[in-house]
């Protein structure tokens, strides 16, 4: 188990040296799901090491807020798109 939380903690490394690299938005989309989907792996592993049931909840919380957050992204990326077609129009 100990080298699947190394896997898992390497992975989101790459995450972050992405973020700082290159930091173009959809860069930053990919990563944020990344986070998720590897922190609801992490808590998966640990609740299976330690023998807490409670994680599971905790991690499927996790995995709907990895699911939101980029759908919230996208609208709001959407929404600042069309200002900003509506002022350039005026």
Do not use: E, N, Y
């Amino acid at each position: 188990m100990s080298v699947v939380a190394l896997i898992l903690l390497f992975s989101m490394l790459l995450g972050i040296w992405r973020v700082l690299k290159g930091p173009a938005l959809l860069d930053r989309l990919l990563t944020i799901q990344l986070f998720g989907s590897t922190g609801v792996a992490i808590l998966l592993v640990l609740s299976k090491v330690f023998a807490l049931p409670a994680l599971l909840d905790v991690a499927l919380l996790l995995a709907i807020l990895a699911a939101a957050a980029p759908a919230a992204l996208v609208q709001r990326l959407r929404q600042q798109k069309q200002r900003s077609r509506q002022r350039t129009s005026l």
